[in-house]
């Protein structure tokens, strides 16, 4: 069964960075993409996604209100908030929408591989168990 990351961003360059690095650390992964909340609600409905890298400030639906719906979907799924803002208020805003972490994109480079490894290899072990 394929394993899918799935990166919502509004912009094409973070998106096409972000993808070719994953594509690189995660070789075994699909590599799907959303540029709105509302395209990410849609494809986590139809598609298997093991983790959601979530802008915050999206378009329209921005990301807290994506995460929350997402949430209410597919409540199994981590989903990563990605911000240029370090704002407590942000990250209470994510975490209370159900994000299981905030990083901040400025630090992005360093944070994400652990973060998406640790929730990733967390994924497999709640699946091992459920068995």
């Not at 509302?38 to 986590?44: D, F, G, H, Y």
């Not at 921005?62 to 981590?78: D, F, S």
């Not at 208020?89 to 299981?100: F, L, M």
């Amino acid at each position: 069964m394929s394993r899918n990351i799935l990166i919502v961003d509004d912009h094409a360059n973070f998106r096409f960075l972000i993808r070719e690095w994953l594509r690189d650390a995660f070789p075994y992964h699909g590599i799907l993409e959303a540029k709105s909340g509302e395209e990410a609600v849609v494809l986590a409905s139809k598609e298997r996604i093991d983790v959601i890298l979530m802008d915050i400030r999206l378009p329209e639906m921005n990301g807290i209100e994506a995460t929350r719906r997402i949430k209410e979907i597919k409540p199994q799924v981590p989903i990563v908030m990605v911000s240029a803002f370090g704002d407590p208020e942000y990250q209470a805003a994510a975490s209370a929408a159900g994000a299981s972490a905030y990083l901040i994109k400025q630090s992005v480079w360093s944070t994400l591989l652990p973060t998406l490894t640790a929730l990733l290899f967390n994924s497999d072990k709640m699946m091992e168990r459920g068995k």
